[in-house]
């Protein structure tokens, strides 16, 4: 006879009841409870906020109901001058230009521009650089297709249109440039395309393409200059992939410059952001491999410290898997990270990250333009939402990596 078929008293039976729906409970509760104790925190190294530190922000500009967006800046060899551009708008729209002639303390009033750079369809993007002849320029991308070049002869006094840089293009031209050590003057920039503007006829081939694929295709390209910016050849594919979309590549050499490392977006949330090197100069790439979540994010741009460490600066994005309890605890905002090159190669966590700002919108934040100073000030600037329900403005942020040493008492 099994238990089922014996037969009880009927206050037994009750007693019984209460007593295992009792036990479920209290199984139930302290499973729960070491589920709580067990769960990983998503950050394992602490995180400095500087948000309310007010004395280190410096507003670039600000225009009442305008979205001011995307900003990349350039230091010239004076140490002090700093140039930024950014568009009135989304990723898109005229491009304004400001100039800071104290280290980013105070800027200029917008100052007048060639009339095609109204006609910007992207993130304008800066980068000083040097001919085989030593003559040094200035350049500005602007992209989608065709990706189009302005070049500046005299340190950002004067400029030029916008002109053809070859009949392609792309998101985010240029994302990052590379001096190389292949001979005077060469450089290697990088970017990215989800098929839409690589060619003329990109559109089209999108929209057939998705009919096809649930998933979209995102390709990093590569691309060479050997006489100083001027002229690019025409993009080469190092990754192509569906299953992660890797975009925004932002670079910086191995302290011995035998390597270059890159930092890559997953704009589709499904992995963490992804990391490629390269030990010949581009030429051939290792394989993507997931960033710690210390370094998950949008739009890296990577600097040296005046002691060897990198400072990386970046929008802080969360992939989908993590809910707003267990992702980033700064998700959405302007975030920085403080480690070594021997963390980016080994994947370990790093020292510190940092809240530089609040952004009240949720996401859309941070494209920075980060300057180091002849005295160790870091000047870091970018756009987003800091007052709730305004349009984004850009902010500027100074610091030395030491303050934010002793902060946490680092020797």
């Known amino acids: 006879m099994t238990l089922c078929q014996l037969r009880v008293a009927p206050w037994l039976e009750q007693y019984i009841m209460k007593f295992s729906l009792a036990s479920v409970f209290l199984i139930f509760t302290i499973l729960s409870f070491s589920q709580e104790k067990s769960a990983k925190p998503y950050l394992s190294i602490p995180v400095i906020d500087l948000d309310k530190e007010i004395s280190r922000q410096v507003v670039v500009d600000r225009e009442d109901g305008q979205y001011l967006g995307h900003t990349t800046t350039a230091l010239l060899d004076d140490g ?23 280290g980013g303390l105070t800027w200029s009033e917008r100052l007048p521009v060639p009339e095609s750079w109204k006609t910007s369809k992207e993130v304008p993007t800066l980068f000083r650089v040097t001919d085989p002849k030593g003559i040094k320029r200035i350049i500005m991308f602007s992209g989608l297709y065709p990706a189009r070049i302005a070049v500046s002869e005299d340190d950002g006094v004067s400029w030029s249109g916008l002109n053809m840089a070859g009949d392609w293009g792309g998101i985010v031209v240029m994302g990052t440039m590379v001096p190389l050590k292949t001979g005077k003057g060469h450089y290697m920039a990088l970017f990215h395309d989800d098929l839409r503007f690589f060619t003329s006829d990109g559109q089209t081939k999108f929209s057939e393409d998705v009919k096809a694929n649930p998933q979209r295709l995102f390709t990093l390209y ?48 499904r992995q963490n952001s992804q990391i490629i090197f390269s030990s010949d100069e581009g030429k051939t790439w290792s394989d993507p491999r997931p960033l710690l979540n210390e370094l ?9 410290t005046p002691d060897g460490r990198i400072l990386v600066v970046f929008r802080d994005i969360s992939p989908a898997s993590f809910s707003a309890d267990t992702g980033s605890p700064t998700a959405g905002d302007w975030a920085g990270w403080v480690g070594t090159w021997k963390d980016l190669v080994k994947g370990n966590a790093g020292q510190y990250r940092i809240r530089f700002k609040d952004n009240t919108d949720g996401w859309d934040c941070c494209y920075p333009g980060v300057e180091l100073l002849p005295d160790g000030t870091f000047v870091v600037t970018t756009y987003g939402h800091w007052e709730k329900d305004k349009e984004p403005y850009i902010l500027s942020i100074r610091f030395k990596v030491e303050e934010l040493d002793r902060k946490l008492k680092i020797k």
């Open 80 to 102: 002090k001058t700093i140039l930024i551009v950014y568009p009135k708008g989304h990723g898109r729209g005229e491009i304004v230009y400001k100039k800071s002639f104290d």
């Open 222 to 269: 590569k691309t060479f200059s050997y006489d100083g910016g001027l002229n690019w050849s025409f993009p080469e594919a190092i990754l192509s992939r569906r299953d992660i979309n890797l975009c925004e590549p932002g670079a910086i050499r191995s302290p011995n410059g035998k390597q270059i490392a890159v930092l890559l977006r997953e704009n589709a949330r």
């Open 296 to 304: 998950n994010g949008d739009r890296h741009v990577l600097k040296y």
